[in-house]
């Protein structure tokens, strides 16, 4: 092994103890003040907003793994190269340690719901790293000059065997890179059970413990029955199970709100600010209702977008307690990790199903959906009124306060756009000539859904038989009788809200309030 992989691999062995242990240190000082959440969710913030296709990846789940994985290597890289450098020289090793303990502890202070130790995770993870690159660097060996004989002596079948004295150094070097390899190996594995098992007992002092003790209070009003004829078969299932309901947020790691220290602060421009404990809330008169929330950042046909049975509050209720004064034309809500949204307070109180939800399909809040209480608003997208783990709520102005997405490049005020999606079949299916059912979903929240027409390849449009629904809150499914001929064929969706409005053909980026346009799809017959 050449001396300089040596080295560098030190490094990176020190970085990795250094993370390790940040994560069980970040047991006791919360899960986003270990540097590499901390540092990621600085990126999630950071990245430039209006950028079309970004949307989703700072929105998505699936890039929240990327951008760890990512910062990972990144570090791993610096580590490499900081330990090639502190071979030459100690000082600049310590000024490499130093500086990404300076970045993990000023990401850290960052973080919200940080506490005041945000820092101590980074500097204890640098200490020991500082460690363990000196002792890895003083195993790593020195070049020493030795003659040729020497070097094939080495090379030979056992160290040492009839080399002569002066071949010490060298023997010494060999047997230190065994022993080198090995503190490596341990330094490594130490890491990796102090980094997984931080997490593992994170995660067991995380909320699910209070969250299963929790139970729901009986509604006020029950939702409307489901009627018959809801779901077209083949179609995504009317009720969208927890654990399948899209998650989008900015957290990387979901906070863990204890409901036995969690509260409700509603305050700014109101007559009565209110303050409401977890027992407070589950007091007040609940509600049920279906209400299906979507996405800003659903695509044309995407499927950021769902429906469940919510059990809640009404808002405007409690708003009203809170007595707006004239002007507060905007109710901005923020979470616990200091992420905000604002809605129109007008819409908030407008007699819509607007709620302050504690229970999704049942059960309390999933932690990913908000637990213990989050908004639901019939009607707005999810970025303007959805807020989830929220804490505060703050009548304010819109020309006084833009929310988190608003200098992202996304509008203030955002009402959810008419849409319709095929469902089956799927784009690019093929279908046997004859009767072909053809159906999806289309919704336009609080509107509701009048119509849904197809169009085949450059036919007429032609109705569709609408399912039933539960309410203008929800979306509809929805089934068309197609009689396939031979051949490649293009179908379109489009619907009409109960305002009489058609879906317009369009085609809008999901920047800055919604995407717009008709979903289509391509099936082969033969
Ligand atoms: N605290 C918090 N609440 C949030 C968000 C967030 O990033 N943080 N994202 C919003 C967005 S963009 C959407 S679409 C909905 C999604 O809710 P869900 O994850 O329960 O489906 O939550 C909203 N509430
Ligand atoms: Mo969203």
């Given at each position: 092994?050449?001396?300089?992989?040596?080295?560098?691999?030190?490094?990176?062995?020190?970085?990795?103890?250094?993370?390790?242990?940040?994560?069980?240190?970040?047991?006791?000082?919360?899960?986003?003040?270990?540097?590499?959440?901390?540092?990621?969710?600085?990126?999630?913030?950071?990245?430039?907003?209006?950028?079309?296709?970004?949307?989703?990846?700072?929105?998505?789940?699936?890039?929240?793994?990327?951008?760890?994985?990512?910062?990972?290597?990144?570090?791993?890289?610096?580590?490499?190269?900081?330990?090639?450098?502190?071979?030459?020289?100690?000082?600049?090793?310590?000024?490499?340690?130093?500086?990404?303990?300076?970045?993990?502890?000023?990401?850290?202070?960052?973080?919200?719901?940080?506490?005041?130790?945000?820092?101590?995770?980074?500097?204890?993870?640098?200490?020991?790293?500082?460690?363990?690159?000196?002792?890895?660097?003083?195993?790593?060996?020195?070049?020493?000059?030795?003659?040729?004989?020497?070097?094939?002596?080495?090379?030979?079948?056992?160290?040492?065997?009839?080399?002569?004295?002066?071949?010490?150094?060298?023997?010494?070097?060999?047997?230190?890179?065994r022993y080198f390899l090995k503190v490596l190996g341990i330094a490594f594995g130490s890491a990796a059970v102090a980094g997984f098992g931080g997490r593992w007992l994170g995660s067991r002092q995380a909320v699910s413990a209070a969250r299963?003790?929790?139970?729901?209070?009986?509604?006020?009003?029950?939702?409307?029955?489901?009627?018959?004829?809801?779901?077209?078969?083949?179609?995504?299932?009317?009720?969208?199970?927890?654990?399948?309901?899209?998650?989008?947020?900015?957290?990387?790691?979901?906070?863990?709100?204890?409901?036995?220290?969690?509260?409700?602060?509603?305050?700014?421009?109101?007559?009565?600010?209110?303050?409401?404990?977890?027992?407070?809330?589950?007091?007040?008169?609940?509600?049920?209702?279906?209400?299906?929330?979507?996405?800003?950042?659903?695509?044309?046909?995407?499927?950021?977008?769902?429906?469940?049975?919510?059990?809640?509050?009404?808002?405007?209720?409690?708003?009203?307690?809170?007595?707006?004064?004239?002007?507060?034309?905007?109710?901005?809500?923020?979470?616990?990790?200091?992420?905000?949204?604002?809605?129109?307070?007008?819409?908030l109180m407008d007699g819509r199903d607007a709620l302050l939800a504690v229970g999704m399909n049942g059960e309390p809040l999933p932690v990913d959906h908000g637990f213990p209480a989050r908004l639901v608003v019939p009607g707005l997208y999810?970025?303007?009124?959805?807020?989830?783990?929220?804490?505060?709520?703050?009548?304010?102005?819109?020309?006084?306060?833009?929310?988190?997405?608003?200098?992202?490049?996304?509008?203030?005020?955002?009402?959810?756009?008419?849409?319709?999606?095929?469902?089956?079949?799927?784009?690019?299916?093929?279908?046997?000539?004859?009767?072909?059912?053809?159906?999806?979903?289309?919704?336009?929240?609080?509107?509701?859904?009048?119509?849904?027409?197809?169009?085949?390849?450059?036919?007429?449009?032609?109705?569709?038989?609408?399912?039933?629904?539960?309410?203008?809150?929800?979306?509809?499914?929805?089934?068309?009788?197609?009689?396939?001929?031979?051949?490649?064929?293009?179908?379109?969706?489009?619907?009409?809200?109960?305002?009489?409005?058609?879906?317009?053909?369009?085609?809008?980026?999901?920047?800055?309030?919604?995407?717009?346009?008709?979903?289509?799809?391509?099936?082969?017959?033969?």
């Amino acid at each position: 092994m050449k001396l300089s992989v040596g080295a560098g691999l030190a490094g990176v062995a020190a970085a990795a103890v250094a993370v390790g242990t940040s994560e069980v240190v970040a047991v006791l000082t919360g899960p986003v003040t270990a540097p590499l959440p901390a540092v990621g969710g600085v990126v999630i913030d950071n990245v430039p907003g209006p950028v079309k296709d970004f949307g989703i990846s700072v929105f998505g789940v699936h890039d929240k793994t990327a951008l760890i994985v990512g910062t990972g290597v990144l570090l791993a890289l610096y580590a490499y190269a900081v330990g090639v450098l502190a071979r030459r020289s100690w000082r600049l090793g310590l000024a490499g340690i130093g500086l990404f303990a300076a970045i993990g502890v000023a990401a850290a202070q960052t973080r919200h719901d940080a506490s005041v130790f945000a820092w101590l995770p980074t500097v204890v993870g640098a200490a020991l790293a500082v460690r363990v690159l000196r002792l890895l660097l003083d195993r790593v060996g020195e070049p020493v000059p030795a003659p040729a004989s020497v070097l094939v002596g080495v090379g030979g079948p056992g160290p040492g065997a009839g080399a002569p004295p002066s071949a010490a150094p060298v023997t010494a070097y060999v047997e230190d890179r065994r022993y080198f390899l090995k503190v490596l190996g341990i330094a490594f594995g130490s890491a990796a059970v102090a980094g997984f098992g931080g997490r593992w007992l994170g995660s067991r002092q995380a909320v699910s413990a209070a969250r299963n003790d929790v139970v729901l209070p009986a509604p006020r009003q029950t939702a409307p029955p489901l009627p018959t004829g809801v779901q077209v078969p083949g179609v995504t299932p009317y009720i969208s199970p927890n654990k399948d309901f899209y998650r989008i947020d900015t957290a990387l790691i979901p906070p863990q709100v204890d409901p036995a220290t969690w509260q409700l602060r509603i305050h700014g421009m109101v007559r009565n600010p209110i303050t409401l404990t977890w027992e407070q809330l589950l007091q007040r008169p609940m509600i049920e209702r279906y209400v299906t929330l979507a996405c800003v950042s659903n695509e044309v046909g995407g499927d950021l977008v769902g429906n469940a049975l919510w059990l809640g509050t009404p808002i405007r209720e409690l708003l009203a307690e809170a007595d707006p004064l004239p002007g507060a034309d905007q109710v901005v809500q923020r979470s616990v990790d200091g992420w905000t949204c604002g809605s129109p307070t007008s819409v908030l109180m407008d007699g819509r199903d607007a709620l302050l939800a504690v229970g999704m399909n049942g059960e309390p809040l999933p932690v990913d959906h908000g637990f213990p209480a989050r908004l639901v608003v019939p009607g707005l997208y999810g970025y303007v009124s959805a807020c989830k783990w929220i804490t505060e709520i703050e009548l304010s102005r819109f020309s006084d306060f833009d929310a988190y997405w608003v200098p992202r490049g996304w509008a203030q005020q955002a009402p959810i756009k008419t849409a319709s999606r095929i469902d089956t079949p799927r784009d690019g299916a093929s279908r046997k000539p004859g009767s072909v059912v053809v159906g999806g979903v289309a919704w336009a929240q609080h509107r509701g859904i009048d119509k849904v027409e197809v169009q085949v390849d450059d036919a007429p449009w032609a109705e569709a038989t609408l399912a039933a629904t539960v309410s203008s809150d929800t979306w509809r499914e929805w089934s068309f009788g197609w009689q396939a001929t031979p051949g490649r064929h293009r179908l379109r969706v489009r619907a009409t809200d109960g305002s009489g409005a058609t879906q317009t053909s369009t085609p809008a980026a999901p920047a800055p309030d919604g995407a717009a346009g008709w979903h289509s799809i391509e099936v082969e017959v033969d």
